[in-house]
């Protein structure tokens, strides 16, 4: 079959590689329909975030079953489903918690389309088919008249951004949100999408993009242009937001966030980092109570809630998407400088 191969910095093309096949009983076999471009992608293929090659790409996915093992009776041949990217079992004590991205019975990190973890190779979405173990749990069935394409980014992207805000505003109902965009272009804006929906009185959205930031003001945030003066926005928003977002993930962002976090608030990032150490002001943060959330999302567990919002008409992650790109056109389109890009399967 082709998948789209990672080879290394800018070296990535569609290849034969081996076609997956049902190998257990709970494995079922997905052709990815609609696939997320997730942020990190551009950044793995510009070389910016080093990886191992090579992989197959692509892990915010849709697919349509096409086999089934014996052991999974709740899904059939032709289904819609969403594939969470992390594999998790949703049945050891910490997917049981809630903690989905850190599964027991897997190599910490395992998931489509980043490469091997440990002795597991799930190849990736950007492909002719996908096999998913444990399928009876990994499955998510894709509500009736949700689009793929919609519903593409909601594997990875738009739960990570759900995830930002939705713990923090359950703590403080309402309270305004700050999010800082950047280097996690849709995580940062469906940060702004989910505060929204999940009844922000406001949200304000810092970045020094203008694509992002006129995409802030569709959504119904206050963005705010910050080139030429980061510093002295960490002044004028010092401690004003009980719930904060570094989806900027340069030392600027994070910064700004922080500071702006209101006393015993939550500042909650999206990523380690563009280095693999960063300082933060704990002593500020000690006294003024602040709690700094890192993680990677909790994939499967956030995805729940997200359709939650999808299906009461609260939140339409299709609102981001600013290209629709056939996967023949992804070897180009995985940096094109849209916002958020979805592959539209069109191997024949
Ligand atoms: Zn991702
Ligand atoms: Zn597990």
């Known amino acids: 079959m082709r998948g789209l191969v990672f080879r290394g910095p800018m070296q990535l093309s569609w290849e034969e590689v081996p076609t997956p096949e049902i190998v257990e009983p709970r494995d079922a076999l997905v052709r990815p329909v609609a696939v997320a471009r997730c942020d990190l992608d551009p950044a793995i293929a510009l070389g910016l975030y080093p990886m191992p090659a090579p992989f197959v790409m692509g892990h915010e996915m849709v697919g349509e079953v096409t086999a089934v093992g014996d052991e999974v009776p709740n899904v059939s041949v032709g289904d819609l489903v969403i594939v969470p990217f992390q594999l998790s079992c949703t049945r050891c004590g910490t997917c049981r918690r809630g903690r989905t ?49 919609a519903a593409a980014g909601i594997p990875d992207n738009v739960a990570d951004g759900y995830r930002c805000v939705a713990g923090p505003l359950a703590e403080h109902p309402g309270a305004p949100v700050l999010v800082v965009g950047g280097l996690a272009p849709s995580v940062g804006l469906y940060a702004v999408m989910s505060a929204l929906a999940l009844g922000a009185e406001r949200v304000v959205f810092v970045d020094d993009d203008p694509t992002r930031l006129q995409a802030a003001d569709r959504l119904g945030a206050e963005s705010v ?17 009980p719930v904060t977002v570094d989806a900027n993930v340069l030392d600027h962002g994070r910064e700004l966030a922080v500071r702006a976090t209101a006393l015993c608030g939550t500042c909650t990032s999206v990523s380690g980092g563009a280095g693999a150490r960063a300082s933060l002001p704990l002593q500020q943060m000690y006294i003024s109570g602040i709690r700094y959330e890192i993680s990677r999302v909790h994939a499967h567990a956030m995805a729940g809630p997200v359709l939650e919002l999808v299906a009461a008409g609260r939140l339409d992650p299709s609102g981001l998407v600013d290209a ?3 996967f023949s056109g992804a070897v180009d389109g995985m940096t094109d400088p849209s916002v958020k890009v979805v592959f539209s399967n069109d191997l024949a």
């Open 225 to 241: 242009d910050a080139a030429g003066r980061w510093e002295q926005l960490g002044k004028d928003l010092a401690r004003s937001f």
């Open 101 to 149: 991205n850190a599964c027991e019975q897997v190599a910490p990190g395992t998931a489509f389309g980043l490469g091997p973890h440990g002795d597991v190779d799930l190849g990736g979405a950007l492909a002719d088919v996908v096999r998913v173990p444990w399928a009876d749990v990994m499955l998510i069935p894709l509500p009736d008249g949700l689009d793929p394409v």
């Open 324 to 326: 629709v790109v056939p």
